[in-house]
């Protein structure tokens, strides 16, 4: 049967790396599912190699982690470091913002997602995005794929779109679904548990303890901190 291509959304991502094994689908009919790093560029390199693509994410926009993150959130990792081999962040600094001056070392959300939404307009797959769509099934439909999703505002009595695709690229990251989080007594405590961070604005003068010790729960200390 046609493959179904599982990409991670790692910052670093390379364009030509993982893309050596799509020889196959030249001017196939493809449905690239999440708008994030990696499926901006999957939907990219498939384009170039003349297929016909359709890239759905359910978000208002493009941008994956990056689009939900927290207003304050700046990159783990440089500038260089998280630049894409055929459109480097560095160039797009000195062609984009040079008026406004540079990054810094370390992004923030918005100079992040400002990038990533250039990268995909320089190499057309804006052209292809459908944002505000909810995929709902994926379904085998003889040699291809039937995808239904959702568009625009959830109601329940909203119709599903359906479009048969030759093959489908799942790009719906790692970090897409909630972790639930339990611990004896949690039901007792009298403060507030919070497992959504939207910011430090509602923390201001109170004792905050940060449960984790992964690059999530540093990045929530240090913004409270502030």
Same mark, same amino acid.
């Given at each position: ?27 196939? $009919? ?15 390199? !498939? ?18 982690? &990056?689009?939900?993150? &927290? ?27 040079? %008026? ?9 959300? %918005? ?11 320089? +190499? ?8 505000? =769509?909810?995929? #709902?099934?994926?379904?085998? =439909?003889? %040699?291809?794929?039937?995808?239904? &999703? !959702?568009?625009?505002?959830? %109601?329940?009595? $909203? ?5 048969? +695709? ?19 007594? !949690?039901?007792? *405590? ?12 509602? *923390? $201001?003068?109170?004792?905050? #303890? ?17």
């Amino acid at each position: 049967p046609p493959p179904l291509f599982f990409l991670p959304a790692y910052p670093g991502i390379r364009a030509p790396l993982w893309s050596r094994g799509l020889g196959d689908v030249y001017k196939r $009919q493809v449905c690239v599912i999440g708008g994030g790093m990696a499926g901006v560029v999957a939907a990219k390199e !498939l384009l170039q190699r003349g297929c016909a693509v359709t890239l759905l994410e359910k978000g208002p926009e493009l941008g994956g982690v &990056w689009r939900e993150a &927290w207003g304050g959130t700046r990159s783990t990792s440089s500038l260089l470091n998280t630049s894409f081999s055929d459109f480097s962040l560095p160039a797009f600094v000195e062609t984009v913002r040079s %008026d406004r001056g540079a990054y810094p070392r370390h992004f923030s959300r %918005d100079e992040y997602r400002c990038y990533l939404r250039a990268y995909a307009e320089r +190499f057309g797959v804006l052209e292809c995005v459908i944002c505000d =769509a909810e995929v #709902v099934t994926v379904r085998k =439909a003889g %040699d291809a794929y039937e995808v239904g &999703w !959702l568009e625009g505002p959830r %109601d329940v009595s $909203q119709l599903t779109t359906r479009e048969t +695709f030759t093959h489908i690229v799942v790009a719906t990251g790692l970090a897409h679904a909630k972790k639930p989080f339990d611990a004896p007594g !949690l039901n007792t *405590f009298k403060g507030r548990v919070v497992t959504h961070y939207e910011g430090n604005q509602s *923390f $201001q003068n109170e004792r905050v #303890v940060v449960v984790g010790a992964g690059e999530t729960a540093s990045d929530v200390a240090a913004d409270l901190s502030r």
